[in-house]
């Protein structure tokens, strides 16, 4: 009994200290109340411009990427380039294959055929990815039981960066009052947020992003715009998928339509929209009869 | 911290030895930041308390056995035999590994839970990411799971490590039995088996993926491989009549451990303690290719 007393004694000790030890500690456990949406922070933070001479790393290249799942081509022979310094939009309806292709070139899924390139490097070719390229893909992708914080230690700690940085990140994003609440207490715009942290951690100069509009309200979408545009501003590339069309207008220089798993159209905004009334037209006409609603 | 700064930083290659200090160190970092941490270091140390209580109680009992048994000739022989030096050495070796055979299960389920919860959280993703050398990051939730597993012993032997010698006092059996080498053998036996345990839990959690379903096969082979192994070996020692048949149960992960730790042999017809640790060792090397292997190639979506 004596040994049992003991261990729960040292035990509690233990987990006071640790609670004492942490600011906010208290605060974890409570789901975020409503009207706590962080303030959008009036300065973006983007780092310093990238030098002309070094924009070639961050090309991305990819060409006849095609992925299948048992017989089924879900990515079809993709090609496309992003340019440094500007916004690339990845358009397309829903389950047209955009993930997909984002995650082969992140390395994430291995495609059946085709390669994609950032720099001259395929991504798992790059010693510290993170240093170079910033991904966002599903909201946040932090573990639930983890503190926003935490989970952006985590990645310093496995990038080799100082973890002063995950404070530097959660501030840029407007997450710092909430870093130290768990992530299951988190609004999807907060997760978003979170993801956009992570994305930004290791200062990359290439950024890469799976629909990071989603679950944001019209604040939130309006700094994440000034945000990516601001990235591409600095010399760094931006890709972007979507199916938000009327955001896409407002964001991207360049476009890349899929449907079906294959581009069926790419060039600069103005090219792809050409003799339509406007993006949405351009669109529907684009990927008629090829997207969930035939 | 420009990312013009960083960018030709990031084409050096770091040491593979620096990097994987780093990921260990981030696989560390993930236990002590969720509720994982809680439940195994603080349930474990609850076990292994509760593990000494019993493990007290029932010395005493056979020490001191209750006068109405009906073989009370028997047990007042063991108790006597407890005496010798031999014996205290046997009680001593039991106690500072006391409820081992349970206790190790928890570093299977460590194990299992270092790489499932990275699915079932959906931080594979980022995880990889950050480190697109998967062999790399496997190879640091091994040693983070081995770490864990040396962790773990020492705070099982901690806590024997204390209550033993009062035990051996209050018993009235010489403290000497403590140094004995039987003592030493179970203790260092035990630590290998801690560390062989979380490694097999490893690689079934990376074969397996789904932490419910890879806990409960642990669990499962675990619990289960004693009983199957004891079947399937003594219905070949009826058939064929070969006693050493009877050996091949150590084929079974649980009861390889078993042979492994225990002093003298585990049951009729077992082979030597090395066969167990061999067994476990392929079985932990198997597992974790395999999971390797699997990991390396599955996509990640």
Known sequence: MIIVLAVLIVGGIVWLLRNRARPGSAERRRAAPPGAEPQVPAELSVGAPIPEELWPLGRVEVSGLTKEYGGVTVVDDVSFTAEPGRVTGLLGPNGAGKTTTLRMLLGLVAPSGGVARIGRSRYGEIERPVL???????????????????????????????????????????????????????????????????????????????????????????????????????????LVSSHQLAEVEQLADDLVVIAAGRVVASGTLESVIGAHAGLEEAFLELTAGRGEIR | MSAAA?????????????????????????????????????????????????????????????????????????????????????????MMTSGQALLVLVTLLLGVHVVTSEYAARTMTSTFLVTPRRELVIGAKLVTAAAFGVGLWAIATVVDGVVTPVFLAAQHLPGAALGSSEVMRAVVMGLLAYVLWALFGLGLGAVLRNPVVAAVAAIAIYAGGFVVAELVAH????????????????????????????????????????????VLVAYGVVLAGLGVAVIRRQDVS
């Not at chain 1, 910033?134 to 946040?140: K, P, Q, T, V, W």
């Not at chain 1, 979170?194 to 939130?220: H, S, Y």
């Not at chain 2, 970092?29 to 076990?47: N, S, Y």
């Not at chain 2, 109405?68 to 063991?78: R, S, Y």
């Open chain 2, 235 to 278: 219905l070949l020692n009826y058939a064929f009549h070969a006693s050493w048949l009877l050996g091949l149960a150590v084929l079974a992960p649980a009861e390889a451990s078993n042979v492994m730790i225990a002093s003298g042999r585990a049951f009729q017809g077992a082979p030597p303690w090395w066969a167990g640790a061999l």
């Open chain 2, 6 to 94: 960083e960018v030709p930083a990031s084409r050096v290659a770091g040491s593979r030895v620096a990097v994987s200090a780093r990921l260990v160190r981030a696989e560390v970092m993930k236990i002590r930041t969720t509720r994982a941490w809680w439940l195994f270091v603080g349930g474990f140390a609850a076990l292994t308390a509760l593990a000494a209580l019993f493990g007290w109680a029932s010395h005493h009992a056979e020490l001191y056995p209750p006068s109405d048994l009906t073989n009370e000739a028997d047990a007042l022989a063991q108790a006597a035999a407890d005496r010798t030096p031999a014996g205290a050495a046997a009680l001593a070796a039991s």
């Open chain 1, 132 to 238: 170079t390229v910033g991904a966002l893909l599903e909201a946040s992708g932090a573990h639930e039981g983890r503190t926003g914080r935490d989970h952006l230690r985590v990645l310093c700690r496995a990038a080799g960066l100082p973890l002063a940085r995950a404070d530097e990140v959660l501030g840029a994003v407007g997450l710092a009052r909430v870093g130290g609440r768990l992530v299951r207490g988190y609004s999807l715009g907060m997760r978003q947020r979170l993801g956009v942290a992570a994305a930004l951690v290791g200062d990359p100069q290439v950024l890469i992003l799976d629909e990071p509009g989603n679950g944001l309200d019209p604040a939130g979408i309006r700094w994440t715009r000034d945000l990516l545009r601001a990235l591409a501003a600095s010399g760094r590339t931006v």
